[in-house]
């Protein structure tokens, strides 16, 4: 069983590290949010790449790094982080080969009622619009930049920049300066 298995690696690992758990506190010391996607091959990968190491960041993550319009989640976990843990910089970070940029909702939804959800609240809503499913990873990033940007709780001081990370090599592309937006 997968829980066991984590639960072993768990003792092993408390066993090994648990004392440097006093290093850190819970203020980023980069000062840096970064919201990005769920991706696997993002795990263990992004933060080396961008040269983050534990302590540094405050990360946030969803399926295909999406703020939608009725969900503002993402903005709420950002406002705690500028507020109350001291970030001053957000680094909106998408993918190549993003699963999100070509969801199949047919095939979800066929999923959905193999699991066994009714079908009226499968069509209850637009399927692709609940998802945040996007056509353009790039357009996409550019979409949490503008909504994090204009958004009435986020100061406009803070930069904020938008980039597409590789995930096979680990490339990162600016896509926006949030240097030359922030006022
Ligand atoms: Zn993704």
């Known amino acids: ?4 298995e984590i639960l072993l ?4 690992f408390v066993t090994e590290y648990g004392d440097l758990q006093k290093k850190y506190g819970p203020k980023p010391r980069k000062k840096v949010a970064i919201f990005t996607c769920m991706d696997t091959r993002l795990v263990e990968f992004l933060e080396q790449a961008l040269g983050i190491s534990r302590g540094d960041a405050k990360v ?6 999406r703020i939608r319009e009725d969900c503002d989640d993402v903005i709420r976990s950002l406002a705690v982080a500028i507020y109350l843990l001291g970030v001053r910089e957000i680094l909106v970070i998408g993918h190549l080969h993003c699963g999100m940029s ?6 979800l939804a066929e999923r959905m009622k193999e699991f066994g959800i009714p079908e009226e609240e499968i069509d209850k809503d637009d399927l692709a619009a609940w998802m945040g499913s996007f056509s353009d990873t790039e357009e996409n990033v550019v979409d949490a930049v503008d909504k994090i940007k204009s958004h009435r709780l986020i100061p406009r001081s803070i930069p904020v920049h938008g980039l597409i990370f590789c995930p096979d090599n680990g490339e990162l592309q600016v896509l926006v300066n949030g240097y030359k937006q922030a006022k």
Not at 9 to 12: D, G, K, L, T
Not at 60 to 65: D, S
Request: aromatic letters at 0%; glycine letters at 4%.
């Open 60 to 65: 946030i993550k969803n399926a295909g790094n």
């Open 1 to 4: 069983m997968l829980l066991e």
């Open 9 to 12: 690696a768990n003792s092993r």
């Open 102 to 107: 070509k969801l199949n909702t047919e095939l």
